[in-house]
């Protein structure tokens, strides 16, 4: 398990590495959830090809084109028709074919992208590629009225030389694959250029859930429209700070919009061509947040398929769609994948000089991350230090916690520093970090590492990752893997102490006496300060987090070296009659963890069947199960959590190994927080 694990480490990084020239890689934030590829080509069957043509002529001019192909089915393309639509925002563009797409809902064939001036090449090449390929169709014809679209390229390649040819059409259908899709200057996007930037092609895919099942919506965008004035990412208009290599108005500032930009959007969710027109207008909005107008010089044009219903041409057709009042997460991802493909295109793309030495600069990263993080638009960096520990435990250096806790990322989780920690005596800081879904309401919490020398919680958490993400695909979750990272690398307990000791108090980081209300006078806290910067910081999050994500449920993962039999706390509304509460005590019982079943914990507190009733300890858990609290002298309504489950489990007999794969199971155990 941990070998595997290892394994799946390595791969990330290098995924990550090899992949470095994407939006999200800068932290520039996205809503939804990207497939796996975060392309098109995570529409299960859709293959991309590109020809890219980049070389000077003999007698001085510059090719800088190329063509694109998308093959919604693959090779079955030629034969297998999808349900399409086409929609213009504004027409002074080309797609070609798009007339009978409109009339018969059907797109038959490939979606080719090029330069303005050679649409007719590629158009007679994809015929051509056609008739050779595949023979007659149903109609008995060997025929092809083929989709293909252009943008204008003429700034940077030599356009009116022509040099796109038919071989480089068929060698785009011909390379057409799935998997990774290369962005920026490939293909039809070699020579164009985004609010007056390098551009290029871009893609990006949203999995959206309809009626519990899940649905892909991938995006590819061939981008060269917009000016600089009104370029916006992530909400942020950057645009009016980055001023430098205004390719058009630098020099005029009169400079019209011109260029265009082709959307291409793909769906497996099954939808019928008017269904598909929606997704296609949808691409606008996507557009939009870019701050296009979509200008009188621009051909914005745009076509959606689906490969979710069978297209025959002949005899009864059954066909399967969603109806309507399900079409809005369809709609987001729509939006969302083309923002983040406008983005990918723009940051893939790399400076390029062309046609009579014109050239375009690429956006250049650090500053767009400089204008984000001015806008408080960029997603937070760890900064961890670079060393390494490895510990005799086997516990994982809090460098692969952390990487294996940002995967989340990938999934469309939001990650906030809740605060830097760095106690007196430390060399570096650590970040303190909560991860939650996209989604907020009634959510799942769950805390851990709150004592350092406790890890099999933050490596239970590490290695759970994926069913914590899948907790997370159905309601809302927040996680704080690691509370006490610098105690996690001391194997420390508290931040100022290593082990608990009956004369000095220890500063544990879920301390939160500074706002639970004193048993002896409810109008007054019990402290009136937070006993450390990083309780401070903690609960002040929870308390605002918890207006987004009001718990149902928290549970925090905890170990006791000083004990033999593990026990559950139950300090919500339903006290020990809790079921979850039962049912937990059962799966450490399933997973080889001795519970105390009755008796007194070592802090005297009375153990039924395994589980312990309210108790008043000052913990964070006291906190999310309180009911009010006292904010800056002020008595108001706590997070007043249903469930709230502390397990302290044995650590000293039973190695960690097999503390982990209990907790583990714990973690995976969970399948719903509702009440
Ligand atoms: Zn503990």
């Known amino acids: 398990m941990s070998g595997r694990f290892l394994i799946a480490v390595l791969l990330s990084v290098f995924a990550v590495a090899a992949n470095a020239q994407r939006a999200r890689d800068l932290g520039i934030p996205f809503e939804g959830t990207p497939g796996p590829l975060n392309a098109i080509t995570d529409v299960a069957g859709v293959t991309v090809g590109h020809t890219t043509l980049i070389s000077d002529t003999a007698d001085g001019h510059a090719i800088r084109t190329g063509v694109t192909a998308i093959l919604p089915r693959g090779r079955d393309s030629l034969m297998e028709p999808v349900m399409a639509a086409t929609f213009a925002l504004n027409g002074n563009g080309e797609m070609t074919g798009s007339a ?11 979606v080719m992208l090029t330069n303005t ?7 007679d090449a994809t015929i051509a590629w056609r008739v050779r390929a595949a023979g007659p169709d149903a109609s008995g014809y060997t025929w092809s009225l083929p989709l293909v679209a252009e943008t204008w390229d003429g700034h940077l390649n030599d356009i009116n030389g022509f040099h796109v040819q038919a071989r480089d059409a068929e060698a785009a259908l011909e390379n057409a694959s799935g998997g990774a899709v290369a962005e920026g200057n490939v293909g039809g996007g070699t020579g164009m250029v985004c609010h007056e930037y390098k551009c290029g092609i871009g893609t990006a895919s949203r999995v959206v859930s309809v009626l519990d099942k899940p649905y892909t919506v991938g995006v590819l965008v061939q981008a060269n429209y917009g000016l600089r004035d009104s ?11 980055m001023r430098d290599d205004r390719v058009y108005s630098e020099d005029d500032a009169q400079a019209d919009e011109t260029g265009s930009i082709i959307i291409v959007v793909a769906t497996d969710a099954p939808l019928l061509p008017h269904q598909l027109k929606r997704l296609a207008k949808r691409a606008a909005l996507g557009l939009a947040r870019m701050g296009s107008i979509a200008g009188n010089g621009s051909g914005d044009i745009f076509v959606a398929f689906g490969t979710g219903n069978a297209a025959g041409q002949a005899g009864l057709q059954k066909v399967q769609m969603l109806g309507n009042e399900h079409m809005d997460p369809l709609f987001a991802g729509v939006v969302e994948a083309t923002e983040e493909a406008i983005v990918n295109a723009m940051i893939a793309a790399r400076d390029m000089t062309g046609e009579e030495g014109r050239y375009a600069k ?5 500053q767009l991350q400089h204008w984000l993080s001015y806008y408080k638009r960029l997603a937070p960096q760890l900064d961890l230090p670079a060393s390494v520990e490895t510990y005799p435990d086997g516990r994982k250096p809090v460098g692969e916690l952390y990487r294996a806790y940002t995967s989340l990322l990938e999934k469309g989780w939001q990650m906030d ?11 570096y800081a650590l970040p303190i970090i909560a991860l939650r879904t996209p989604g907020a309401g ?23 990752i994926d069913a914590i993400a899948e907790l997370g695909a159905h309601q809302p979750v927040v996680l704080l893997p690691l509370n006490n990272p610098q105690g996690y690398v001391n194997n420390w307990r508290y ?32 402290q009136e300060n937070a006993s450390s910067p990083e309780a401070d910081a903690i609960t002040e999050y929870v308390l605002a987090m918890s ?12 170990e006791d070296n000083l004990i033999s039999e593990g026990y559950v706390y139950s300090q919500g509304k339903l006290g020990a009659a809790d079921p979850l509460a039962l049912a937990a005590v059962k799966t450490l019982r399933a997973n080889g963890i001795a519970i105390r079943m009755s008796g007194e914990t070592r802090f005297g507190e009375v153990i039924d069947g395994g589980i312990i009733g309210p108790v008043i300890d000052g913990s964070i858990d006291e906190l999310m199960s309180a009911a009010s609290i006292i904010v800056d002298g002020q008595v108001q309504a706590g997070p007043e959590a249903h469930t709230v489950l502390v397990f302290e489990t044995p650590a000293d007999q039973v190695s960690l190994r097999q503390r982990i794969a209990a907790q583990s199971a714990l973690l995976r155990s969970i399948t719903s927080c509702s009440d």
Request: proline share 9%; charged share 20%; with cysteine.
């Open 231 to 241: 370029l916006r990412i992530a909400g942020a208009p950057v645009g009016l700070h």
């Open 117 to 123: 001036h050679s649409v007719g090449v590629v158009r």
């Open 547 to 558: 207006e987004l994500y009001p718990p149902a449920a928290s549970i925090d993962l905890h």
């Open 442 to 464: 009634q959510a799942c919490w769950i805390f851990s590492g709150i004592h350092g020398e406790e890890p099999a919680g933050p490596n239970a958490i590490a290695e759970s």
């Open 362 to 366: 690429a956006i250049d990263h650090e």
């Open 100 to 110: 009978w797409v409109e009339e018969s809902g059907l797109l038959e064939g490939p």
């Open 417 to 427: 520093i809740v605060t830097r920690s760095q106690p007196p005596g430390r060399e």
């Open 495 to 526: 931040l100022n102490m290593q082990k608990y000791s009956e004369t000095v108090a220890g500063q544990s980081v879920g301390d939160s006496e500074h706002l639970l209300t004193d048993p002896d006078n409810p109008e007054q806290a019990r």
